[in-house]
T-cell receptor, first 116, second 112 residues
Framework: GAVVSQHPSRVICKSGTSVKIECRSL??????MFWYRQFPKQSLMLMAT?????????EQGVEKDKFLINHASLTLSTLTVTSAHPEDSSFYIC????????????FGQGTRLTVV | AQSVTQPDIHITVSEGASLELRCNYS??????LFWYVQSPGQGLQLLLK??????LVQGIKGFEAEFKRSQSSFNLRKPSVHWSDAAEYFC??????????FGQGTTLQVKP
């Protein structure tokens, strides 16, 4: 149980285009999901907290108009990188916090984004 | 401020030797503590976690960690390292929201 599926695992896009990344909790409901970013040889940094049915909460320094987050259901959150640039190339990983359970959030497999 | 410090950026140990990775945290409330491992180009795998109770926590792959509140530490240990343990290790802290603060990571290299 407690599986989080993140898609795609890898994506290459052209500079100026948008890319959507999906994060799904397969066997549990998640009121809250989190999006992290990891640059090469660095740690993971929280970008935003995604709450089902409401606006996401962004961490300081993260552009909300560039990184659009939608959490339309209890099992799906999406991150859209708009007008991507090479500096947005990174590893993006989501986690989902099970609703009504005192347990840790579960991570997806991550998405390697390369902007060329 | 809430933070996690992993003092050792890079550690090299010989296969079969013991291992200890250090982690110190600063957190205003009761912390939930985690150790994750990440192989190159891969996602995160949870090694172990501490929420409450026994301060010595057993995890997967023969790892254990001890929570020491007085020292604000949660060090990871393994009695005998295998070559397959070479990876990046992250210590993390959260409250009960699931939002994680990660340390900088420690790269473990294992010598044959």
């Amino acid at each position: 149980g407690a599986v989080v599926s993140q898609h795609p695992s890898r994506v290459i896009c052209k500079s100026g285009t948008s890319v959507k990344i999906e994060c799904r909790s397969l066997d549990f409901q998640a009121t809250t999901m989190f999006w992290y970013r990891q640059f090469p040889k660095q740690s993971l940094m929280l970008m935003a907290t995604s709450n089902e049915g409401s606006k996401a909460t962004y961490e300081q320094g993260v552009e909300k108009d560039k990184f659009l987050i939608n959490h339309a259901s209890l099992t799906l959150s999406t991150l859209t990188v708009t007008s991507a640039h090479p500096e947005d190339s990174s590893f993006y990983i989501c986690s989902a916090q099970p609703s009504h359970m005192d347990t840790e959030a579960f991570f997806g497999q991550g998405t390697r984004l390369t902007v060329v | 401020a809430q933070s996690v410090t992993q003092p050792d950026i890079h550690i090299t140990v010989s296969e079969g030797a013991s291992l200890e990775l250090r982690c110190n945290y600063s957190y205003g409330a009761t912390p939930y503590l985690f150790w994750y491992v990440q192989s190159p180009g891969q996602g995160l795998q949870l090694l172990l976690k501490y929420f409450s109770g026994d301060t010595l926590v057993q995890g997967i792959k023969g790892f254990e960690a001890e929570f020491k509140r007085s020292q604000s530490s949660f060090n990871l240990r393994k009695p005998s390292v295998h070559w397959s343990d070479a990876a990046e290790y992250f210590c993390a802290v959260s409250g009960n929201t699931g939002k994680l603060i990660f340390g900088q990571g420690t790269t473990l290299q294992v010598k044959p």
